[in-house]
């Protein structure tokens, strides 16, 4: 290859990338770094002619001291942590029900896959009215299955409200895990179980040691989209809880859009972000970390 | 043996209608009268039909409104999308240099970033810029979040293209950017196809960027006009919040009908690979 092709290569290569760079850039990474900054600063909106002051960690110092980002952690990754395992769990158990015989149909697969295509606010809405406490038909179900003796505010009681939002989201996520672990499955060559059986394994054997190995791929990329979607949670809090009742759905997203736009105190809202994004920066160096180690 | 099939059939049965009863309970919510709504035992099946809910929805132009400034949010959402993304995996898959890796390194820990985090410094940015109350905002912003994730998809697919068909246009003569769009693009349909369609639902469920940005009910897009129009403080009115809800689903579920094929093949095609 001569020097002026390489150097024409090298040319079109970097320009082809400007249009992702330029939104990219401006769009995330300049917002990111200005949170950064806003965070260390006396910066509200209602005053935006005023000068930034430097306020010595006084954002960070006033949402420690009051626990509301300790509180908001404990909240954001709790949620994160059950919706994903039940997420992925139900996924597994859904594909593997579905590889079997030759489900291969193209109206069930579509049916399962309706949750998925449900606007976020409209599953926040759907299941808001279905957990409604006096008409709501969850209640009535659970009634008179006798579970429960009598009818549960489920957003407004302390102790539901969080798993109520739950619900929710692992109905939402799970057909799109589904469809991703069946697509791992039927990657499987069927000549693996055939060899096992000869020679003697177990169902359970099989899943352990043929199945869970070749999902290995699918299961880290899909799971990495749901910690992501989960940690990052805003329109399902908002719309059933709005943080409430008594600040036990108050997540992280929930806490800096309050204060952010409430509020309106830009320098707190920016400090929850800038924790935020350091803890997250932390968790997907680990996270990758785990996966790498596995492979060996 | 037949106890696992029954197990089978069970747990399938419940997993069906876990995923399926909420959509259907919306769909006879919306039809029911508003009397019926509130009747305690619920009816399972409707016994007055009625599409009152559904005339009051449509009285006045709002809904029909936030749903085509939807459409155009989200598919000029999708073009640019798709049109930087394309540009960049084609660069990322053929054009591999230092400064590449960056990029993609780059993209690929947006995905990690709190969009609500960042939302704030962004309203300042779009102040500045004079895009409050725009669709161009919600535009900008979407691809921001969508092109990270798309480019990464369609590299995966440029790597699959054998490099020997563009070496071969190349020795006839065609520049390097015809190469790319008459060699390249053609042979990544199903991809882009993939790709746009998830772009397009993302930018569809949007509610984020819309509640922050739009101020002005004439330039609000579905959900957001959803949550401010139709939820009231206390109390909400199920019977139209149910009907409007049925009208946001629906697009979305034709969507999926016609292409789930394609939106499934492209989306595990990545994913599989690893």
């Known amino acids: 290859m001569s020097l002026k092709q390489k150097t024409g290569d090298t040319i079109f290569g970097t320009i082809l990338l400007l249009p992702s760079i330029l939104i990219v850039g401006g769009f995330i990474f300049l917002p990111v770094l200005q949170s950064v900054f806003y ?12 000068p930034l002051i430097w306020n010595n960690f006084e954002n960070y110092k006033n949402l420690i001291d009051t626990g509301k980002l300790q509180n908001a952690f404990g909240i954001t990754f709790k949620f994160m942590i059950v919706v994903v395992v039940v997420v992925l769990i139900l996924g597994i158990i859904m594909a593997l029900l579905m590889n079997q015989g030759k489900s291969q149909n193209r109206v069930k697969r579509s049916l399962a896959l309706l949750p998925w295509g449900t606007p976020t606010v409209i599953v926040a809405l759907l299941w808001s009215w279905m957990f409604q406490s006096e008409y709501g038909v969850v209640n009535f179900i659970l009634l008179n299955l006798h579970i429960i003796k009598e009818p549960i505010s489920f957003l407004v009681n302390p102790d539901t409200a969080i798993w109520s939002v739950a619900v929710a989201a692992t109905w939402r996520q799970l057909p799109f895990m589904f469809i991703m672990i069946l697509a791992g499955l039927q990657n499987i060559p069927k000549e693996m179980y055939e060899a096992a059986t000869i020679d003697g394994a177990s169902s359970i054997q099989n899943f352990l040691h043929i199945t869970l190995p070749f999902l290995r791929n699918v299961i880290r990329s899909s799971v990495l989209v749901a910690i992501i979607t989960n940690f990052k949670q805003f ?10 009742p008594m600040g036990t759905t108050e997540t992280l997203a929930i806490l800096t859009y309050k204060n952010a736009f409430v509020n309106l105190n830009f320098g707190v809202g920016a400090a929850v972000a800038t924790a935020w994004l350091v ?12 996966f790498k180690e596995v492979e060996y | 043996m037949k106890i696992k099939k029954y197990i089978i059939i069970i747990t399938t049965l419940i997993m069906g209608i876990f995923l399926l009863f909420p959509l259907y309970w919306l769909l006879i919510t919306s039809f029911k009268h508003n009397m019926d709504i509130y009747r305690f035992p619920p009816q399972f099946i409707p016994v007055n039909f009625t599409v009152d809910s559904f005339k009051s929805v449509f009285s006045d132009n709002s809904v029909l409104n936030y749903l085509f400034n939807n459409v155009i949010v989200s598919a000029g959402t999708t073009i640019v999308t798709l049109l930087a993304s394309a540009l960049a995996g084609y660069s990322l898959s053929r054009y591999k240099t230092k400064f590449g890796t960056i ?12 969009i609500v985090g960042l939302i704030l410094a962004l309203y300042v940015i779009f102040k500045n810029m004079g895009l409050i109350n725009t669709k161009l905002s919600l535009v900008l912003s979407l691809c921001a979040i969508t092109i990270p994730f798309s480019t990464i998809l369609i590299k995966g697919f440029f790597d699959d293209i ?4 563009e070496e071969a246009a190349r020795i006839d003569g065609a520049s390097r950017l015809r190469t790319f769009v008459s060699v390249i693009i053609p042979l990544s349909k199903p991809g882009m196809l993939a790709i746009g369609l998830y772009t397009f639902m993302q930018a569809w469920d949007d509610f984020l960027f819309a509640i922050t940005f739009i101020l002005k009910d004439g330039n609000r897009t579905l959900s957001a006009g959803i949550a401010m129009k139709f939820l009231g403080e206390v109390s909400y009115d199920w019977a139209m919040v149910t009907a409007v809800s049925v009208t946001g689903v629906l697009p979305m579920f034709v969507l999926i009908f016609i292409f789930q094929k394609y939106m499934v093949a492209g989306l595990t095609a990545g994913a599989v690979k690893g």
Do not use: C, E, H
């Not at chain 2, 990029?103 to 709190?114: A, D, E, G, H």
């Open chain 1, 279 to 290: 803890v997250l920066i932390i968790f997907s160096l680990a996270y990758n970390k785990i």
């Open chain 1, 39 to 50: 965070s260390f600063y006396n910066f509200k909106l209602t005053r935006r002619k005023d």
């Open chain 2, 162 to 165: 054998p490099k020997s068909l």
């Open chain 1, 235 to 244: 329109p399902l809090f908002w719309t059933m809880t709005g943080g409430g």
């Open chain 2, 103 to 114: 990029v993609q390194t780059s993209l690929l820990s947006t995905q990690m970033f709190p």
